[in-house]
Nanobody, 123 residues
Framework: QVQLVESGGGLVQAGGSLRLSCAAS????????MGWFRQAPGKEREFVAG????????YYADSVKGRFTISKDNAKNTVYLQMNSLKPEDTAVYYC????????????????WGQGTQVTVSS
């Protein structure tokens, strides 16, 4: 089992920044891929960004490319999502997720999930 705990959500004005953290524990592996997803009220959970633990390969949804940056700290077993130039449409609950190996963008491809952290962007 892998446990994931997100933090860093909050309320921010449009154009502002937030940094989310995801601390991983348990049976983590250098082969894991970590992802960030988000779910707005009444909408499906959607992929935001992903990173591979070993090579640090990153990939993003088009809607956040150029504004969000995913990174990792191997020593702390923590993944971050730096969110800049935030827009009201970025408002959602943000979830951290992990899968055993390989990049993926679909919700069903991830095996472990955190509890989520709320991000609210006011206009």
């Amino acid at each position: 089992q892998v446990q994931l705990v997100e933090s860093g959500g909050g309320l921010v004005q449009a154009g502002g920044s937030l940094r989310l953290s995801c601390a991983a524990s348990g049976r983590t592996s250098s082969g894991n891929t970590m992802g960030w997803f988000r779910q707005a009220p009444g909408k499906e959970r959607e992929f935001v960004a992903g990173i591979t633990w070993s090579a640090g390969i990153t990939y993003y949804a088009d809607s956040v490319k150029g504004r969000f940056t995913i990174s990792k700290d191997n020593a702390k077993n923590t993944v971050y999502l730096q969110m800049n130039s935030l827009k009201p449409e970025d408002t959602a609950v943000y979830y951290c997720a992990a899968r055993r190996v390989g990049t993926a963008r679909q919700r069903y491809e991830y095996d472990y999930w955190g509890q989520g952290t709320q991000v609210t962007v006011s206009s």
